[in-house]
Each structure stands twice: as C-alpha cells, then as structure tokens.
C-alpha cells in the first residue's frame, strides 16, 4: 500500500522507507515555534534537560504575538522571559514589537516553511503551513521544549482523509467558506487525529492565502494537519519569500485514505459559522436576521493583503453601520505597510473602522476588542467557543472578510452582495 503526502514527508524525516498510519517515529524536526504565550512555559521546562542549549538557533522562531504591544504586566513578563532567553541562545528568528506579525502568517511571509518541511508549534493553528506542502502540527510546550533541545519530535503516524476540490468558486466565495462548509460538513472532531489532505482541479482557483486560510483551520475539524499538494502558485510563493530548498511529496496513486469526499467549489456559498462551534455552519441565505455590535477582521486565518483588499472592496465610499465597532488587523508589519502604501488604511477609517497593529487581538480573548455579555461579533477568526472573545453570554460568528465587512455596514449579518 501506497503513503500520503503527509506519511512520505513524515518517513522522510524520520529515516525511514515507509510508514503507515498508527506507526510511532520519531521525526528530525525543520523548525520549532513558539509565542509569547505558549513560550515560557517551554523554557521553564528546558530547565530540566541535562543540556541547556539548543539544537539549531537558526530552526527556532519566537514570535510575540498574542499580548504585544503588552497589555498588562503579566504579559510583559512573559515577553521578558522570552525575549532574555532568545539574547541567551542567539535565537535568529526573534520577532518583537516593530518586527513581528501574527506568527501563522509571518512565519511563510519571512520564508521561513517550505514544502517538504516538519514544523512543530506550540500553537494549535501550526497547521497552516500545510498550504505550502509541508508537515506542520500544534504541539504542547514541553513537546516545544524538547523540540527546541533536541530538534526532534515523537509522532504517531496520522491516517487521512482525502479532499477532492472541483470547479471553481464563485465570486465572494473564499478559502473561509471552503473551510467552513467542510467543518459543517464533517463535524469539529470529523478529522481526529488525521491529515486532512486536499486534491483536485479546483486548487488551481484557489489563492495561496485561500489556502493558507483552509490548512489553519484543519484543527477545527480535528485534523492532526492540513496539506496541499505542491503546483505552481506554491512554487512561486515560495520562490518570492524564501531561500531555502524544498522538496515536493505526492501522494501514491495506492495511497489508503479512510474517508474521501467530492467538493463542488462552484456550488458554495458565502459561509457563517454560528455560536459556539465552528461546525454549525449556515449558507448566509441561511442567515436570517441578525444584528452585531463588532466586526473583527484580522488573524492568522485571514489578515492577510488579499483579506485586507476583499474588506476594501466593500467598505470603500461606504460607512460602517451607527452601532457596530469594526476593528481591522493585518497579520504582518508588511501587510499593514502594503495596505498603507495602496490606500487600504484610508479607506477602512474613512468608513469609521479602526485599524491595530499586528497581533492575535481579540481572537483569543487577549485585548482590543473583547466582547460585553450579549453582544454578537462577526469575525474572521477561527473560533467561537463560549467566551472565546469576551463574556460567556457574547456571540461570535465566523465568516470571510467580504461578509464581515458588509455586515459591519449592514449592521447585521448580511452577503456582500446585499451592500
């Protein structure tokens, strides 16, 4: 029996001829991230390895992310912690206020994942690089910990499901909607611990960030990771961002899969994923009436340019709507020059939304646009847990930048269509 794009790079990375699913290994790792959350619990825990250097300063990237500019005194410990001990080892790949972004979206922008790669993080959204054709996955801080000392990981090996992608999208539909329908379609544990890996004609209409958008949120399903095969538009990003080799994997003709499933692109729709679960997801025909108090669009899922232009294009001579707050928040200090360079800025505060500097935000319930009990958020985030954003009793639905910009001038969840 034939092995996955996944099992080809994970037997790679081990040493090994072949693997199959359920297989233990362990697995020489590409790069190890970490942020500013997750990070000082990992250096806490390096105090107990008899050695106290790292495996390679140039294959570990700390990001400051998710409470920079610090937003109370714990975070700015945690920041120091990281920051002291990225000066101690040298660590190449440190970015702080003024150089960083939000990590998922810098990490490929600095060329720092290429095809072929094995990436731990402790961040469950590590999965985005599979865009790229890499093997990346959210791992624990002591997992971290060990990855950082070692440059090794433990994996069992994951079995996959296969994601046929035909036709192609229509306008307004986006690798958020692809995501969302298929996380409506399997359920929030319809992938568990497997690779969700994506095939077919329909790839070629999808962007790099469309699918930088749909490998973040294979957590969301469950996934152990989400993966692309590698064509043209991967080759030419990585072309433009990095300097490093890369090798492509494809998937065996007799590679086993435990589910497939046949996704029209043309037949979807603009994507809302209800309170409290990204699975409970509705058609925006579906919709019906209903009235928000925030927009949120930003993230590692989708703050990127092409983000930023789709929210342009419909708040441009437009207003946001007397009762919403819109906050907008490009993922990198590159995004957020790019914007300022093509007018992006001033079109976003001319329609009376507020524009942040990169960083997770509210994604997280971290700061700068937390929720009050019973207000609705429509954000480009990935999650809508209970209290993910604020208050137990607040609302978040999950949509593209597109619908979450019409919405903020609708005042309520509408299709960009309707605006």
Request: hydrophobic letters at 40%.
């Amino acid at each position: 029996m034939g092995m996955t794009m996944t099992q080809k790079i994970l037997a790679r990375a081990a040493g090994l001829k072949e693997v199959h699913a359920g297989d233990l290994i362990e697995a020489d790792l590409d790069l190890v991230l970490g942020n500013d959350i997750t990070s000082p619990v990992a250096i806490k825990e390096m105090d107990r390895f008899s050695s106290d250097q790292v495996f390679d300063k140039d294959k570990i990237a700390l990001v400051m992310d998710h409470f920079i500019p610090n937003k109370d005194i714990k975070s700015a410990e945690h920041c120091k912690c990281v920051r002291e001990y990225a000066a101690k080892h040298d660590i190449t790949n440190y970015f702080d206020v003024g150089q960083m972004g939000i990590e998922h979206a810098l990490l490929p922008e600095k060329g720092l994942v290429v095809a072929g790669d094995v990436v731990i993080g402790a961040d469950s959204h590590t999965c985005t690089y599979g865009a790229l054709g890499a093997f990346s996955t959210g791992v624990g801080s002591t997992d971290m910990a060990a990855g950082c000392v070692t440059g090794k990981a433990w994996f069992k090996v994951p079995s996959a499901i296969r994601f046929n992608l035909t036709g192609r999208p229509a306008e307004y539909v986006s690798g958020k909607d692809i995501i969302l329908h298929i996380i409506g379609m399997i359920g929030v544990d319809g992938a568990l611990y497997q690779s969700m890996e994506f095939a077919g004609d329909g790839i070629a209409y999808l962007t790099m960030d469309d699918r930088f958008t749909i490998a973040n949120m294979a957590i969301e399903a469950g996934g152990k990771n989400g993966i692309f095969p590698v064509d043209g538009e991967t080759i030419q990003y990585m072309e433009e961002h990095s300097m490093k080799e890369w090798t492509a994997f494809e998937a065996d003709p007799d590679a086993e899969y435990v589910k497939e499933y046949t996704i029209d692109l043309s037949a979807l729709r603009p994507t809302v994923a209800f309170p409290h679960l990204p699975e409970n997801a509705k058609t925006i025909d579906e919709v019906g009436d209903i009235p928000i108090d925030q927009a949120v669009i930003g993230s590692c899922t989708n703050g990127r340019l092409s983000d930023l232009y789709a929210a342009a294009r419909i708040l441009k001579g437009r207003h946001v709507a007397k009762n919403v707050r819109c906050i907008i928040i490009p993922a990198t200090q590159q995004v957020y020059l790019q914007a300022m360079e093509e007018g992006l800025l001033k079109i976003f505060i001319e329609a009376g939304a507020v524009v942040s500097t990169p960083t997770c935000g509210p994604c997280l319930g971290g700061y700068m646009g937390i929720l009050a009990g019973k207000e609705r958020c429509i954000s480009t985030t990935n999650r809508n847990f209970v209290g993910r954003m604020g208050a137990v009793d607040s609302e978040i639905y999950l949509a593209s930048p597109a619908v979450a910009a019409a919405s903020a001038v609708a005042g309520k969840i509408v299709s960009p269509e309707a605006v």
